[in-house]
């Protein structure tokens, strides 16, 4: 079964002559447990594929379907759930609401996802050790490592328990000890069966990975 | 989510930056209480005008003499004690009290004071004039008929005098006349320039006899019936007095009538003007408030469209994500305009530049409504602006 369907794809900025194509026609699918990554320089559109996954953004045109459903067809509340539910994302530059606990931030997609006070912070302190941060979890991010803002953000992508995890170059701030660290959790989820997606310009960060995919110029090849 | 959770969220995100909270609190602290303050400024000073007036006492008028360059009428234009009796034939008029006026030394044992205003009157002026004896009495009648040298002390007087002694029975000279000290008048309060308090009443004929001479009195205070009356008597006293001088051309009347209701009514137009004044000064401090709490709502908002970002990519719905802010902006806007209302009623009851304010209940209802208006809109517009964006575009937000 296909999680990710992507079909022709294209996504531009700008109008007139001045359009930029970030995606230019972009086809490809991903299997439930599949553990992929996606590779290419700088504004390769790869950051913009993910995103379009993600349903954070939407395609110029194409369809793209998530566990077989057109997402262009889901209304604003039902865009909502499928993020709160079916996906967890890593961002990069982690994205933790500042002044507030790691684990209020961990909290915060079951809160949104409406469980009960007490169950929620059982389940987050769950996904927090099991990122190694239990003994972390009333700091705030500023109180944090880089390493361990991001163990944060994939306990956060974690605790609904989302089929796929979307992980944007989540090393890609860290020293070599916090992203073995990082890699080695995406590698135990994967082994549970996640579905993972993440993008990295590092060759050893997609040897992780059973597939990889290489994206130039808005195009795979 | 309930909504319970959503405030716990809400007071979660007022709490999380405390400076930026308070901030906002102060501005519109500040901004609330500021027009509340200003208007019970100008509504005091307006009530502390109309108070003193009222003192005065509103259904007098007064009779000045003088003769202006053109009254030649050929007959005598002096106010005499005549023209004063002859004024008691008019039916609206209550009481006429005749005043000798001059200025004077006043001396005992050694303490010298001098008064501007030794009146020589009748018993029936203080009455007219809003003047309470406080302690002993004023004279009597028979005081005037045999010019007994009897004086009533103004307040402001008597301490003058008489600091650590008791005023009454002492006997004080008045440019060398000795006088013995029945009454003190109750203190009026200061009014501008002239101070009421400093003055010394005695019988007419005494003030006469000792001090003045014989001449032509100064001016007459007239009692009306009632305040409704003043008019009515006013143009009874103005028939007598152009009959009794043979005034033929009234332009140049050789005699002024002062009418205390209609002074206090000028005054009282003049307050009233520098409420309104006061109240549009007050506006453009709202304006200017307003403004600021705008500025500052839509600061602390767009500044956490990133935060809004990483909430829509968290699954937040988007109407969980206005009712949070919706909150946040009510419970800054509330907190801040009622403490504005406490500073600006806390502050009323001292006295600012020597005006004792007096809120107006409205202005703390225009200046919180539309304080907790501004901060609602400007809190939860640019929150429903960055909510409505898709969660990338929110979140690549700078």
Redesign the interface.
Known sequence: MKVIEVNDITKTYGEGEATVYALAGVTTSVAQGEYVAIMGSSGSGKSTLM?II?????PTSGTYRLDGVDVSELN??QL??????RIG?V?QSF??????SAL?NVE??L????VK?KQRKERAMAALDLVGLGDRAEHDPNQLSGGQQQRVAIA?ALV?EPALLLADEPTGNLDSRSTSEILSILDNLNADGRTIVLITHENDVAAHAHRVIHLLDGRIV | ?SLW?VFK?AL?GVG??KLRSGLTMLGILIGVGAVILLVAVGNGSAKAVEKSLQALGTNTLTVQGGRTANARTGYSTDLTLDVAEALKAAPDVKSVSPVVQSSQTLTYEGTEHSVQQVIGTYPSYFEASNSVVETGSAFAPEDVDQASRVIVLGSTTATELFPETDPIGKQVGVGGQIFTVVGVLKAKGSIGLANPDDVAIAPLSAVQRALTGYGPINSILIEAISADAVNVAQAEVTAILNERMHVTNTASAPYTIRNASQLLETRTATAETFTVLLGAVAAISLLVGGIGITNIMMVTVTERT??I??????????R?ILTQFLIEATLLSLIGGGLGVAAALLGANFKIVGIQPVVVPSSIALALGVSVAIGLFFGSYPASRAAAL???DA?RYE
């Open positions: 995103h993600g349903c954070l953004d939407v604003e509340t909502a759930l499928v993020r709160n539910r994302f961002f994205n933790l609401i500042p002044r507030t209020a915060l997609p809160a949104y996802a409406g006070p956060r609904t | 989510m959770e969220f979660r999380a930056n990133r935060e970002g990483i909430r829509k990519a968290l699954g937040a719905p988007r969980v898709r969660p990338i979140l």
